[in-house]
């Protein structure tokens, strides 16, 4: 970590508004993306991105220098974004969906994120959830079921029927 973001996150700390701007205004638009991916609109993710941020400094005095600060950073906003979602109940539980085998299909040419983004954001909400934790942010399926309250095979089935769907549409 360099300097300048030790001294602003000590500035954050305590709570000294120019190293706030700084830490906005150096992070903000990774952070936008991710909130991208969860909110419904853009409107939606900048609300997301507001929360985030004053969670972040909230709780910046238990980042502790260990570990990339960046990642601790979008750790934050994606739990954010998951409570946001949690408050507005716009999903629930879907009952355990069959597994169906994978197999691995060759790409003729390549599709634009955007493409893929928008498919997953049209598949059912705990379905682009699952994918998008898993895939997106790398967590494990143990993590993903803490998270969402459900079972580690109903992450693995949500993840399968995601990745299923999302290979019919876009390769079809």
């Known amino acids: 970590m360099s300097e300048a973001h030790r001294d602003i996150i000590e500035g954050c700390v305590r709570w000294e508004r120019p190293a706030q701007e700084q830490l906005y205004r150096a992070f903000s638009k990774d952070l936008f993306k991710v909130c991208k991916l969860y909110g419904a609109d853009t409107h939606d993710a900048e609300d997301m991105l507001h929360d985030a941020f004053m969670h972040i400094f909230k709780n910046i005095g238990s980042y502790h220098f260990s570990g990339s600060f960046e990642g601790w950073m979008r750790r934050v906003t994606v739990n954010c974004c998951l409570q946001a979602l949690r408050k507005r109940k716009s999903f629930t539980q879907l009952a355990e969906i069959p597994y169906v085998d994978e197999t691995e299909m060759e790409m003729e040419k390549a599709i634009p994120f955007a493409a893929i983004l928008e498919e ?53």
Do not use: D, F
């Open 120 to 172: 997953i954001n049209r598949l059912p909400a705990k379905a682009g959830l699952v994918l998008k934790l898993y895939a997106l942010e790398g967590w494990s399926h143990a993590e993903i079921a803490e998270e969402l309250e459900i079972s580690v095979g109903t992450s693995k089935s949500q993840l399968n029927y995601a990745r299923t769907v999302l290979k019919q549409k876009l390769i079809a």
